[in-house]
């Protein structure tokens, strides 16, 4: 395992490597092609973007990988090299030092946690490199631009969308995304703002770090301690669904409802529809978003500290008509 993870890494690598001295290709991943002579821009210029994911075992981040390289691949002068850290804090930060020792134009980054990644971001920015944060903060605001959308807002949503659906009252399980996240700490802490002040009782929590495995195992937990569970709140779709396949291994599908986040439309939406799930709140990915701001920077245009992007509701209510805006 070890030794294919370093043939990765050398690959990568020799990629930035002839990126940087000119040989870079369009859009892709760590295997992009030499350009032809038609894909550099009006000056010449090829720009090589390092794009640092904390993970590819979240649909949802799969999608903003593959948002980043169609958004990219309208633009010919743009190389863009991805990098997998595989959920590993210590490996993101690796990988983030390596595109700095590349000399990349740009780093743009999703991190995992925000503690750990705060170092090595400030030594892209001390090299004058610019930094686009996304999704994930970190700590401080030594970075170009964050863009994400505002997860305490979706989180208090969430919960008073689930105050008027139980009528104010009933047993809920909180199925929360990585506490040392910020998005997950945000949802939490927005979602218990949503339910204060009603008789909504959270009788069991976990952490299952976006994954849907921790989460059907956690919903096993919760379903083998409690009686009753009217509604399950999921920090994200994936863990919507395993709570989902948990309750329904239990035969106790009937009498509670199932709560997520993020809407794409390959999934929590599709869920909806099913009737698998409830509601979900949409989080956009901001890959499409990074790009444009990515151009402008490249270009030595100023750029917002923040853009914070919109979210909607999707239920059974409004999902045939696009869902609903928040305000």
Known sequence: MHKKLASCDLLVSLVLAAALSGGCGKSGDSTASNPSPASTNAAG?????????????????VQMNADIKAAAAKHPELNVVFKDAQNDTLQQRAQVEEFVSAKVDLLIISPKEAQPLTEPVAHAMDAGIPVIVLDRRLLGTNYTCFIGADNQKIGQAAGEWIVKTLGGKGNVVELMGLQTSTPGQDRHSGFLKGIAGSDIKVIFSADMKWLEPNARQEMESALSRFNQ???VFAHNDDGAHGAYLAAKAASRLKEMKFVGIDALPQEGIAYVQQGIMDATFQYPTGGSEAIDTALKCLHGETVPKETVLGTRLFDAANVSQGGEALK
């Open 45 to 61: 210029r090829q720009f090589v973007i390092g794009m640092s994911q904390c993970n590819l075992g979240e649909p949802w981040r």
């Open 229 to 231: 569970i009217d509604l």
